[in-house]
């Protein structure tokens, strides 16, 4: 069984690192800061470039935080879908209670639901990130820019489909601020 037929120029799929490659605890001001940058990526591929269609393969840390905005973004625009593209049943099997109760929330609103495998295999992650780029010609993909692992890889392949890439650098995201006092001799930076 197939997803159902959209658009590809109409249609964005995500991926992105794990919280535990970007240092992140969920509900920290990093993460905040990243979904809000999320949320305005989500809008800008809406108004900007007409996209009403979004893939996700449901991973934790950015597939999931990009769905929850996708669903945000529905609550106004109910012409916007989300599509939950996942590499097998069951993925979320050692996950927390908490991550699997989000992931299961998320699923229960999408719009489609699909898994290409029955079961975990060697290699599924990257069929289905394949998968994600072949079926949107635009990426948006929350990359460090460090080599190794699934991201580098989509983004990779997604280039060698000529799609469009929209990266957002996530440690750009929350540097802390910049302190700045007057000191005896001017403005010095802390």
């Known amino acids: 069984m197939a997803l159902q037929s959209v658009d590809e120029g109409q249609a964005c799929s995500f991926t992105g690192h794990r919280p535990a490659r970007l240092r992140m605890a969920c509900g920290s001001d990093a993460v905040r800061a990243l979904t809000e940058c999320l949320y305005r990526h989500t809008l800008y591929l809406y108004y900007e470039s007409g996209i009403t269609h979004f893939f996700s393969g ?3 840390g950015t597939d999931i935080w990009c769905a929850q905005q996708v669903l945000r973004l529905r609550r106004y625009k109910p012409e916007v879908s989300l ?31 699909f898994y290409l495998n029955g079961s975990y295999f ?3 992650m990257q069929e ?15 990359y460090d820019g460090a080599p190794g692992g699934g991201t580098e890889y989509t983004v990779r392949y ?24 007057w000191c ?3 403005l010095e930076r802390l």
């Open 58 to 60: 449901m991973a934790q």
């Open 83 to 113: 599509h939950c593209v996942l590499p097998c049943y069951n993925q979320e099997k050692s996950w927390s209670e908490r991550e699997r109760r989000v992931y299961r929330e998320i699923l229960s609103q999408a719009d489609e639901v």
């Open 122 to 124: 060697q290699g599924c």
């Open 128 to 142: 289905r990130n394949r998968y994600l780029v072949d079926r949107a010609q635009t990426l948006l993909a929350v």
């Open 158 to 181: 997604a280039q060698s489909r000529d799609r469009r890439i929209i990266l957002v650098r996530p440690q750009e995201l929350w540097a802390p601020p910049v302190r700045e006092e």
């Open 184 to 186: 005896g001799t001017g």
